[in-house]
């Protein structure tokens, strides 16, 4: 192994990592951790909203002719 220090950056500002307690590291890979799992899901969100897109402009194309009071040709329910 190196005998450079091992350095996390956080918020821009150096910290030795031998220098942060346990409880520090576990809170920061939680954090992270939790961070990634916020990117999958609004990932998700994003792919089911153009699904529902879609299947809304599909939808769209499948309409009848819209309904118009009082014309005759229109089909009364």
Same mark, same amino acid.
């Given at each position: ?8 950056n956080?918020?821009?500002?150096? /910290? !030795?990592? %031998? %220098? !942060?307690? %346990? ?5 920061? $890979? ?8 916020? $990117?999958l !899901? ?8 153009? $699904?529902? +897109?879609?299947?809304?402009? +599909? ?7 819209? /309904?118009? +009071? $009082? %014309? ?6």
């Amino acid at each position: 192994m190196s005998d450079e220090p091992q350095i996390i950056n956080i918020d821009n500002t150096p /910290y !030795l990592i %031998d %220098d !942060l307690s %346990d409880t520090c590291k576990e809170k920061l $890979g939680s954090s992270q951790q939790v961070n990634q799992a916020i $990117g999958l !899901l609004g990932a998700l969100i994003s792919a089911a909203k153009k $699904g529902a +897109e879609l299947d809304f402009n +599909e939808a769209i194309k499948l309409l009848p002719e819209p /309904y118009v +009071e $009082g %014309d005759p040709a229109s089909k009364s329910h």
